[in-house]
């Protein structure tokens, strides 16, 4: 099974934290025996994209030249990243899988390798994603980038040899994504105006505490994230666009003849339900009709990474269909 990681995730998609994963498995409660995606029976591969920092050669890389790539560093499409990956698939000796699934940006390499490579997988999984990036997305998205390039630290992306980068610029970027990350019943419901402490928020130079939970993971983000690398996956998705230099939208999608699991979260204003819709009415094969299957969650677009048991009960209903 292949499982495309999202935005700011990496390989480590189940397991503890350890050497060279700072963080613990971002689907551990998904990929493990026993699991939705069960390693008793599967093996799964979760490579990191191209273009990211954590493995796979991306601008903190370096380069023939013995620097990092940093500015030098190549434009990238969902497309190239998704090529790849074939390419990894191919130097592995793996002809075909027995699913390709991913979530969000995932969702959008998922798509595309069914597209390009349609005798190379048995059945689709798409999670949270859509067919192409939308203007309200890339509106998001070229906030998050300027967040970055603006920090006086950013050296046209040159940092590397600093003593300081572009930290308060990334983090910014990070708290940005954080709002559309969750849902607003979710933030009111967690943080109501509550302060952060006892200093008023109102003239006193106090914080309001969702604005200190902000703060906590854009700067805890810093310590395991390149700047240039969120710059080049964010410009990446907003590439995508699945009818690009191909024909209409429609006759994309009818194209992909895989058993197909088309899922989203009512609650995700990044990735709003109208998009996993738009999949489910065009694709011809999914799992629950001419409709997508939606999990009500409180949590929005991180919903695919928390749900885990509705969301698990869903990849078990796909591994569990003929192909």
């Given at each position: ?316 209903t796909l591994m569990a269909t003929p192909a």
């Amino acid at each position: 099974i292949l499982v495309f990681h999202a935005l700011t995730g990496d390989s480590h998609v189940t397991g503890s934290a350890g050497p060279g994963h700072p963080t613990t498995g971002w689907w551990s409660g998904i990929v493990g025996p026993g699991l939705a995606l069960d390693t008793n029976t599967w093996c799964v591969i979760t490579p990191n994209v191209m273009g990211g920092c954590q493995g796979s050669t991306g601008p903190a890389s370096f380069s023939p030249t013995g620097r990092e790539w940093g500015s030098r560093f190549p434009y990238l499409t969902i497309r190239d990243q998704t090529r790849a990956t074939k390419m990894l698939a191919d130097n592995l000796g793996i002809e075909r899988f027995a699913a390709v699934i991913g979530g969000s940006m995932g969702g959008m390499h998922a798509l595309e390798w069914a597209i390009e490579y349609p005798d190379t997988l048995a059945r689709l999984g798409l999670i949270a994603t859509s067919a192409s990036t939308s203007a309200d997305q890339l509106a998001g998205n070229s906030l998050q980038i300027e967040a970055i390039t603006v920090d006086p630290f950013f050296a046209s992306g040159d940092y590397y040899d600093h003593e300081e980068g572009p930290y308060r610029g990334l983090a910014l970027a990070r708290r940005m994504a954080l709002v559309n990350y969750r849902s607003p019943d979710e933030l009111n419901d967690r943080f109501e105006r509550t302060w952060q402490s006892s200093v008023s928020p109102m003239g006193d130079d106090g914080r309001f505490a969702v604005e200190s939970y902000l703060d906590f993971h854009g700067n805890k983000f810093t310590r395991r994230f390149d700047a240039n690398s969120y710059i080049s996956l964010v410009a990446a998705m907003n590439s995508h666009d699945v009818s690009r230099d191909r024909g209409s939208l429609e006759e994309v999608l009818r194209e992909i003849r895989q058993p197909s699991l088309v899922l989203g979260i009512d609650s995700d204003r990044l990735f709003p339900i109208a998009q996993q819709q738009e999949l489910a009415a065009h694709l011809p094969h999914v799992l629950s009709g001419s409709v997508a299957e939606i999990i009500s969650s409180p949590y929005g677009h991180d919903g695919f990474l928390i749900e885990t048991e509705r969301v698990g009960s869903a990849l078990h209903t796909l591994m569990a269909t003929p192909a």
